[in-house]
């Protein structure tokens, strides 16, 4: 099972009793779950629609992009599953191992441009801020914000 | 509770139940944070009592085992803090996956009797019951009656190193407790 600072705090922790600090810590996020709950059933409920809007964006915007299938959006939609449940676990070292490692894979595989894939997310992001609850939108940038980050790094420099 | 759900969930979103399974434990936090501080302020009361009762039931210990109830104190301790932590988690998968199963190895590799460990954790739980509040012997009750339940679940050993067992007037109330 992977580690998150959750579980490194426990297994540091061992035989004595949580200090101050890490309670601290694990009330705040606690604290925050509501919130966190709250943005996982928003994007569950959008998930379906989100494929037809991205599309729709992408075909308009860049209409002689062959990268922009439907296989490619969905993907880029149900991305933002692993984007949930890093901010879930409030911590972004989920959303690098179970996507961006991939996906950064997968493009330089298949010789892909970042930028494109950067684009179809520049794109989502619009639909998102538009269709979420603010403050939903505002628990999920952090994390929508560092994917868009890796994806104007190169994949050597993420993976060093 | 919360780490294990997230990072072990197979559906795509959180399924209602596992939902439900985080706020449910998101209501008790403040009781378990009191319950922890609690615990913290008694441990070596409880500890020390405790090992007292076992010293009255087991006086030859020291003979078979070095030390054996200076350790026994040391580990006590240790094992309040590991349960009381993982009350405050609400699991304790994490817990015996670090700790129980490796302790248990120790316990039969220095021959201890089934019979001796389970009259330790009684004489632990009635003392826990006796330190904390209602309230958080409550909380921490199921997670110390899996640690005892699972670390006396060892074989008679051949020749046990535990010399002889004394049955005092003021006996535990091991039978009461779920192990």
Known sequence: ?160 | MICKIILQSKAPYLTPQERAEIESYLSTVKARRAALEEVRRNVGKIVERTVARIRTMYPQMARFHQNGYEKTQRDLGMITNLTANAMFLGEHETLDEMFTEWFRTIMKAVHLTPQLLKDSYGFWLDEMKAALSEESFALMRPHAEHVADYLTRIPVPARDEVGERVPVSSSHGAESWKF
């Open chain 1, 1 to 160: 099972m992977m580690n998150t600072w959750l579980t490194d705090i426990i297994r540091t922790t061992n035989e004595a009793l949580f200090n101050e600090a890490d309670l601290t810590r694990i009330m705040t996020y606690y604290a925050s779950m509501p919130a966190r709950l709250k943005l996982s059933e928003e994007l569950e409920r959008l998930e379906p629609t989100l494929v037809k809007s991205l599309q729709t964006e992408l075909s308009k915007r860049y209409p002689d992009r062959s990268l922009y299938s439907r296989r490619f959006i969905q993907d880029i939609v149900e991305s933002l599953r692993c984007v949930n449940r890093a901010v879930l676990a409030d911590d972004l070292r989920l959303l690098r191992y179970r996507w961006i490692d991939h996906v950064l894979d997968v493009a330089t595989a298949a010789n892909i441009d970042l930028q494109e894939i950067r684009d179809a997310y520049l794109s989502l992001r619009e639909i998102l801020q538009s269709s979420l609850p603010r403050s939903a939108w505002e628990t999920l940038e952090p994390a929508y914000e560092e994917l868009l980050d890796a994806l104007t790094r190169s994949p050597k420099t993420l993976t060093v």
